[in-house]
């Protein structure tokens, strides 16, 4: 052989080396064409891609695991298409509640495009591996193999700080911040959402078992048989001092100012600054802090047992680590809405007013009597995505928000006031939002104006004339300084509705409303703190006025 032809087949080899070499890169990144949105989803991608690479190190099977995920790949972004985000921890959440027949009918009318492209990846996928840029190792160091690995002890580190970590337990899961890492990056999401969609689902399991699930018997009059209307809305992050009708200089709730029969109680507070903790205390007293279990019996338990239809409507998704513990109470209702659902799945939180029709629906039904609850999503950051564009007046998007919940609460009382017979509305705000204090913008936070409440009420004349001394003892307790642990007891007693655990003094149309040390938790700890001797630090941190918690 001359020269020359030696020349030409070395060509030939480099030249199909580099092609093989191109094949194998471009079909092992191709799963990642999801994340590459920009520089810093890449490098994500990467730093869980390469540890993997050199863990395994062998090419046929990362082509293997590679025509897998691309298989899977058209699904993954037709779901974020429909939902806004990577296939993760909500979707492993409606599969794992979810049975085959109904997880076969969302994807039935596609099932011959689904074996079609199955069919392609695996004859591509069986090419990838046998032809000759499928075979070898690709890393041959193993010094650079370890090293390559090294990324990996820092989520792990992580995972077992988040496990002892109080905040983390109240907040997350302990993959809440891996998953959050990767929460839009597939196929990483997949994998980070599916241990924490697990963790949630325990978590939730261990919750139901301390539900309350003794039988209930209630005792009512006869009197409010097919008359009587229950309406609680719950609202998100409204925080009272931020309401012109308790004194806010900004005009942000001009509905419920004109509003001359509605009770506005000033001193409300909520033990908890997020959502997970403070709504089971309004609906069953239960402080995830302070009690074992959940001893009382939630609304929903009690109207059930008292033969009320019961309805929850909520713009909340049904499932998630900030979801779950309150759907553990919105599941006993009869019927339910989640307008975050549909076509099997949880979307983000739309606009509240899409909740109207459904509130409308539920109040003109001939059903008896009723309990609805209205679940909004109110001023939850970020407060700018919570309200119209025709709602954008002022120049803090707090105060649009509150505006538009302001809206929202008037249309649901417009629709109480029209019911026939005995009606009472309520509305309360879950917890408040740090606005503009310590950092611009609208946040969690524990400073004390997180816990300070709206708590609204209104009666039907109806109502008030068969409870006039009740409906006095209410309007006597307006500046009472009280917790949202009586609204359970204050609702039921609304309807007159009386069990074993009820407690007068628990109810605002008691004139003995219970009073007792105002107890609030910290984000820092699991301390108890007084909160009539607090102050908010420096750092914008609530603390005890002694610098110490019970």
């Not at 191709?30 to 590459?36: D, I, K, R, S």
């Not at 209307?229 to 009708?245: A, F, N, P, Y």
């Not at 939850?380 to 119209?388: A, C, G, N, T």
């Not at 006031?417 to 705000?429: H, M, N």
């Amino acid at each position: 052989m001359s020269e020359e032809d030696a020349l030409i087949k070395k060509f030939i080899f480099l030249l199909n080396k580099n092609k093989s070499d191109a094949l194998f890169w471009l079909w092992l990144l191709l799963p990642l064409m999801a994340c590459f949105r920009g520089v810093h989803p890449i490098q994500r991608s990467l730093f869980i891609l390469i540890p993997i690479m050199a863990i395994i190190n062998r090419k046929s099977v990362l082509l293997f695991l590679s025509t897998i995920l691309i298989f899977i790949l058209p699904g993954a972004l037709f779901y974020e298409g429909i939902s806004g985000i990577s296939p993760g921890t909500d979707l492993w959440l409606i599969l794992f509640y979810c049975s085959v027949p109904v997880a076969f009918g969302y994807v039935k009318s596609v099932i011959l495009y689904i074996i079609i492209w199955c069919i392609v990846c695996i004859s591509i996928g069986y090419l990838c591996i046998w032809v000759s840029w499928g075979k070898g190792p690709i890393f041959r160091s193993k010094i650079l193999r370890i090293l390559l690995c090294l990324p990996l002890i820092f989520p792990i580190i992580k995972i077992h700080k988040n496990k002892t970590n109080f905040f983390h337990e109240v907040f997350y899961t302990p993959y809440g911040d891996i998953n959050k890492y990767f929460s839009n990056l597939f196929p990483w999401s997949i994998f980070s959402g599916y241990l924490d969609a697990k963790f949630e689902v325990a978590r939730i399991t261990k919750e139901e078992e301390n539900l309350n699930h003794a039988s209930l018997h209630i005792t009512y009059p006869e009197k409010y048989q097919n008359n009587h209307t229950v309406v609680l809305v719950l609202g998100e992050s409204g925080r009272r001092d931020h309401h012109h009708l308790f004194g806010y200089k900004v005009p942000d709730t001009p509905m419920l100012d004109q509003e001359k029969d509605l009770l506005a109680f000033s001193d409300m507070i909520t033990p908890f600054d997020y959502t997970i903790g403070s709504v089971p205390v309004i609906l069953s007293r239960y402080d995830r802090v302070m009690d074992h279990s959940i001893l009382h019996p939630d609304l929903m338990t009690i109207f059930n047992a008292a033969g009320y239809e019961t309805y929850w409507i909520s713009n909340h998704p049904r499932l998630g680590p900030y979801d779950s513990m309150v759907s553990l109470f919105a599941f006993h209702a009869k019927h339910s809405k989640y307008v975050t659902e549909g076509n099997g799945v949880m979307s983000r939180p739309h606009l509240d007013g899409e909740m109207l029709p459904y509130v409308e629906k539920a109040m003109k039904e001939q059903v008896g009597n009723k309990l609805i609850v209205v679940h909004i999503y109110g001023s939850h950051e970020l407060s700018s995505d919570r309200y119209p564009s025709s709602f954008s007046r002022f120049d803090d998007p707090y105060d649009n928000s509150i505006l538009y919940s302001d809206y929202i609460i008037s249309q649901v009382l417009d629709m109480a006031r029209a019911q026939k017979g005995e009606t009472t509305f309520f509305y309360v705000s879950d917890h408040g939002l740090r606005v503009n204090e310590c950092v611009p913008g609208t946040y969690h936070g524990d400073i004390r104006q997180s816990y300070e409440v709206p708590f609204l009420a209104w009666f039907s004349p109806e109502w008030i004339d068969k409870h006039p001394a009740e409906y006095a003892a209410a309007k006597s307790h307006l500046n009472t300084p009280m917790t949202t642990h009586v609204l359970s007891d204050t609702i039921a007693d609304s309807a007159d509705l009386r069990f074993s655990d009820f407690d007068p003094a628990l109810s605002i149309f008691s004139q003995s409303l219970k009073s007792s040390t105002r107890v609030i938790h910290s984000d820092q700890s699991s301390s108890v703190i007084d909160y009539d001797h607090s102050h908010n630090s420096l750092t914008c941190h609530v603390m005890a006025d002694d610098n110490a918690s019970r």
